[in-house]
């Protein structure tokens, strides 16, 4: 029997468990899912491998420890800083992965022709959004509202909104939390209403609420989507990393998606 877990704190609020646990039963899989509220990054290592786990997924605050853990670290896990998925063998070695990355990607895939692409915010999951983009040879911008967290995104062209001179994206992608718990942008709204005004597409890795930055796209010839999908793709590409399996893709987000309707 494999024994899986995520890592993190907070980490009751997330919906892995679930997903992972609901595709298992219905592949009839002999695995089972957790969760672990952990306190102190430098237990992370400790604690996978006492708890004899085959596999984990981490989130935050413990993406960027999870990396630094590993023995072997995936590229493009090292190209972001930060690992979600790790894959512990008999002997104790840890790989380490990221699948927000490709699971973004997929989430997009309906979207045709970005060739620019502008990025709303400059924390963790923007930079995995930057480079999985970049690798699919996507011109990508970072705005921010302040300087500090700008300086992590010299790979690419970044700005302060104030001074975002370029308006003109294929896509608009807002990677803050910014309209998870309060009823603001990301950014001014003149600002956002004129980039979403020159946009094809619109999206945001907030999913289960409607965020302010949602209801404004509605408003444009755009479309756009929520972070639902993203989230079911980097279970679905972390599920694979767990059994090695292949060509279940479909069906494995299917059970996933069954399991948050449940
Ligand atoms: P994550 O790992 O989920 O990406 P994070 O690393 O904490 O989260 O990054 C949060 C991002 O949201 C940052 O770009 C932050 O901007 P600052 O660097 O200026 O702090 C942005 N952010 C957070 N609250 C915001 C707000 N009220 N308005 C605009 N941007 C905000």
Same mark, same amino acid.
């Given at each position: $029997?494999?024994?899986?877990?995520?890592?993190?704190n907070?980490?009751s609020?997330?919906k892995s468990?679930? $997903?992972?646990n609901?595709?298992?039963?219905?592949l009839?899989?002999?695995a089972?899912y957790?969760?672990?509220?952990?306190?102190?990054?430098?237990?992370?290592?400790? &604690?996978l491998?006492s708890? &004899?786990?085959?596999g984990?997924?981490?989130?935050?605050?413990?993406?960027n420890e999870?990396?630094k853990?590993?023995d072997?670290?995936?590229? $493009?896990?090292v190209k972001i800083?930060s690992?979600n998925?790790?894959?512990?063998g008999?002997?104790?070695?840890?790989?380490?992965?990221?699948t927000?990355?490709p699971g973004?990607l997929?989430?997009i895939?309906?979207?045709k022709?970005?060739?620019?692409?502008?990025?709303l915010g400059a924390?963790?999951t923007?930079?995995?959004?930057? #480079?999985?983009?970049l690798d699919?040879g996507?011109e990508?911008?970072?705005a921010?509202?302040?300087?500090?967290?700008l300086?992590?995104?010299?790979?690419c062209?970044?700005?302060?909104?104030?001074?975002?001179?370029?308006?003109?994206?294929?896509?608009?992608?807002?990677?803050?939390?910014?309209?998870?718990k309060?009823d603001t942008?990301?950014?001014?709204?003149?600002?956002l209403k004129?980039?979403l005004?020159?946009?094809?597409? =619109?999206?945001?890795?907030?999913?289960?609420?409607?965020?302010?930055?949602?209801?404004?796209?509605?408003?444009?010839n %755009?479309?756009? &989507?929520?972070?639902l999908? $993203? %989230?079911?793709?980097?279970?679905? #590409?972390?599920?694979?990393?767990?059994?090695?399996?292949?060509?279940k893709?479909e069906?494995?987000?299917k059970?996933?998606?069954? =399991?948050?309707?449940?």
């Amino acid at each position: $029997m494999k024994f899986l877990a995520i890592f993190g704190n907070p980490i009751s609020h997330s919906k892995s468990p679930r $997903m992972h646990n609901n595709a298992i039963k219905s592949l009839g899989l002999d695995a089972i899912y957790t969760r672990y509220l952990l306190n102190d990054e430098k237990l992370l290592k400790e &604690k996978l491998l006492s708890l &004899k786990l085959s596999g984990a997924n981490i989130t935050v605050p413990f993406k960027n420890e999870a990396l630094k853990i590993a023995d072997f670290k995936d590229d $493009m896990a090292v190209k972001i800083g930060s690992a979600n998925t790790l894959i512990i063998g008999e002997n104790g070695k840890i790989s380490a992965y990221n699948t927000d990355a490709p699971g973004f990607l997929q989430s997009i895939s309906t979207f045709k022709n970005i060739k620019k692409a502008l990025i709303l915010g400059a924390g963790g999951t923007s930079k995995a959004l930057a #480079f999985a983009l970049l690798d699919k040879g996507v011109e990508v911008f970072v705005a921010n509202r302040s300087k500090e967290r700008l300086k992590e995104f010299s790979f690419c062209q970044n700005s302060l909104y104030s001074d975002l001179n370029e308006k003109k994206f294929d896509i608009v992608i807002n990677s803050t939390s910014v309209g998870l718990k309060d009823d603001t942008l990301p950014c001014d709204e003149a600002l956002l209403k004129e980039l979403l005004r020159e946009s094809k597409y =619109a999206f945001d890795v907030i999913y289960g609420k409607e965020t302010p930055f949602i209801k404004l796209c509605k408003n444009f010839n %755009l479309q756009y &989507k929520d972070g639902l999908e $993203m %989230l079911l793709w980097q279970g679905v #590409f972390a599920f694979e990393l767990f059994f090695n399996i292949k060509n279940k893709q479909e069906l494995i987000k299917k059970y996933m998606l069954e =399991a948050l309707n449940l």
